[in-house]
């Protein structure tokens, strides 16, 4: 049985030798992003048995991802490959201050290839949590219906499912985002937000507001991820919130939320209580930012341990 699974599109990201404008860097790194299988990354490095649904193009970069993501203990037994569609690239361009904006090459996604008829059922039934985002079903209509399949094959079969909103507004509208994943909150156990995605969806500026109309939906764990304000959340009667960790230095905020939630579901599989999972997931955030890349920066549970300086707190 695995411990976590996803859905999700994995890209080539090339990453910029230098700081700045992207019309000014002359060359980049090759590396490897896609939010779904970061967390999957990131989880596989604390020791977590993981699995990784997708479609790869039947091309060089695919090969690449895959023979990645299996070298990082990630299952890719269940990733396609096609004929039809490349690799999805992406650039990115990195500010002096750790901002950045990132390109994306993706609009023949080779995830067309993936038919909701043809999901691996007793896949998503042997595992303890299905970890989906916003970004799947925002890439195409079939990618929707797909997820919701999935989605409904965990609930029947008593998966956990966990959702991070992960809203780009280069793929769909902010209508769009809020309605889709409205529609899907009625299934989800654990919502991993970051604050502003919380304001699109639930159309409010007010935390307390956002939590409790979060709750109508019958979530078990609330999270709202705020950045360098730490993170706050709800599990049932129990309230927390957690300062962030400052970070040695911010080169690189991609993958600092993915690092959060591969912390928080970790925690979570442990039967943590929520202020030590809010804890144990701030300081992988911390680390990550510290790293330049998508998931370069995801530690190894022994490296959290060291960070935290409290070994008690990771034993099983």
């Known amino acids: 049985m695995k411990d976590v699974i996803t859905i999700g599109e994995a890209m080539v990201v090339f990453n910029p030798v230098k700081t700045g404008p992207l ?12 939010a779904e299988l970061n967390v999957m990354l990131g989880c596989s490095r604390l020791g977590l048995s993981t699995g990784w649904i997708s479609s790869l193009g039947d091309d060089e970069f695919g090969t690449f991802i895959q023979n990645f993501a299996r070298g990082e203990g990630v299952d890719v037994s269940e990733v396609k490959r096609t004929e039809d ?8 361009e990195i500010r002096e201050d750790g901002s950045g904006k990132t390109f994306y090459y993706r609009s023949q996604t080779p995830t067309r290839a993936l038919r909701k008829e043809e999901l691996n059922e007793d896949y998503i039934k042997n595992s303890r949590v299905l970890h989906v985002t916003g970004i799947f079903p925002a890439l195409h209509e079939g990618a929707k219906e797909y997820m919701k399949e999935a989605v409904a094959i965990a609930k029947q079969n008593g998966v956990t499912v966990a959702l991070d909103p992960n809203i780009r507004l280069k793929l769909w509208s902010k209508e769009e985002a809020r309605d889709t994943l409205k529609d899907f909150l009625p299934e989800v156990d654990i919502l991993l937000s970051g604050k502003e995605e919380m304001e699109l969806i639930f159309e409010t500026k007010d935390e307390k507001e956002m939590f409790a109309r979060a709750e109508r939906f019958g979530i078990k764990d609330i999270i709202i991820k705020d950045g360098s304000n730490g993170a706050s959340g709800r599990r049932g009667g129990d309230r927390h919130h957690e300062d962030s960790r400052p970070p040695q230095k911010v080169v690189d905020t991609v993958g600092a939320g993915d690092g959060f939630d591969a912390g928080y579901l970790y925690g979570y599989l442990q039967g ?3 202020g030590k999972c809010l804890r144990f997931a701030n300081t ?3 680390m990550v930012v510290s790293v330049v890349g998508d998931n370069e920066g995801l530690p190894y549970l022994s490296e959290v341990q060291e960070a935290l300086g409290e070994k008690e707190m990771i034993e099983r």
């Open 284 to 286: 992988i955030g911390s």
């Open 23 to 34: 019309k000014f860097v002359p060359s980049f790194d090759r590396n490897i992003g896609g």
């Open 85 to 92: 569609y490349p690799t999805s690239l992406n650039f990115k």
């Open 272 to 274: 943590w209580d929520l």
